[in-house]
């Protein structure tokens, strides 16, 4: 992410893993202590409600804190298990709180998932492991408040079903985009490698709140709905 005249900060608290920016320093903090609030706040949910953690199918939530309840509606968007809206639902708070402290340029990637609003145009990489076009390409974000989600089958940590090199989802939230990458990722696989794009670009725009997509897969690339202009990242 270019980051000219604008305040940056790595933080880490256990698996969560962010860059946060912003145009105004105590925007930072607000960010930090968002994140670390609300994670507090699943964990302690999580050791009572122990299927919200390992399911992989959407998980009716009646009470709870704020967190667990986007969790569960992203996750119901796109048919997945809510573990899998994590890192953008907290991206998503830590921004919300970040506006609330006076910050126009406010961004938070946690690992690969970017919430932002902002007041000018933000340029973000594709990160797509070995892929020839990663970190080469990649998005410049013009229209806010929006959220950026990418799976991949091949290079992430995170659970996936699929093989894509890189599912890329833009939604109105990253908690959304979080969930419908997982949920698209999941589909990318096998031989017919146009028909499984065709598959994933169908499946990603029937999800409630999604903007577009962008996918890569064994040198196919797919694109449909409001997908940022494509740039070439200098490096």
């Given at each position: 992410m270019k980051t000219k005249n604008l305040f940056k900060q790595v933080f880490q608290l256990k698996e969560t893993n962010c860059t946060i920016i912003a145009d105004d320093e105590s925007a930072i903090n607000a960010a930090v202590s968002s994140i670390r609030h609300h994670r507090k706040q699943l964990e302690k949910y999580i050791q009572t409600h122990q299927k919200f953690l390992y399911s992989l199918q959407p998980v009716p939530v009646d009470k709870g804190p704020r967190i667990v309840g986007l969790m569960a509606e992203a996750s119901e968007?796109?048919?997945?298990?809510?573990?899998?809206?994590?890192?953008?639902?907290?991206?998503?708070?830590?921004?919300?709180?970040?506006?609330?402290?006076?910050?126009?340029?406010?961004?938070?990637?946690?690992?690969?998932?970017?919430?932002?609003?902002?007041?000018?145009?933000?340029?973000?990489?594709?990160?797509?492991?070995?892929?020839?076009?990663?970190?080469?390409?990649?998005?410049?974000?013009?229209?806010?408040?929006?959220?950026?989600?990418?799976?991949?089958?091949?290079?992430?940590?995170?659970?996936?079903?699929?093989?894509?090199?890189?599912?890329?989802?833009?939604a109105v939230n990253a908690g959304v985009a979080d969930a419908a990458a997982t949920a698209v990722g999941n589909l990318i696989k096998g031989d017919d490698c146009r028909g499984a794009v065709e598959r994933g670009i169908r499946e990603a725009l029937g999800i409630e709140g999604v903007r577009g997509v962008f996918i890569l897969y064994r040198g196919i690339v797919g694109r449909a709905g409001q997908v940022p202009q494509l740039i070439k990242v200098s490096t």
């Open positions: 968007k796109a048919n997945v298990g809510p573990m899998a809206a994590v890192a953008g639902v907290l991206a998503d708070l830590a921004v919300e709180d970040m506006a609330l402290a006076g910050s126009e340029v406010a961004v938070v990637e946690n690992g690969g998932e970017v919430s932002a609003i902002s007041n000018q145009p933000i340029d973000i990489a594709l990160s797509a492991g070995d892929s020839p076009l990663s970190r080469q390409i990649g998005f410049r974000l013009e229209k806010f408040p929006i959220g950026v989600a990418t799976s991949s089958g091949l290079f992430s940590h995170a659970l996936s079903f699929g093989e894509a090199e890189a599912v890329t989802v833009f």
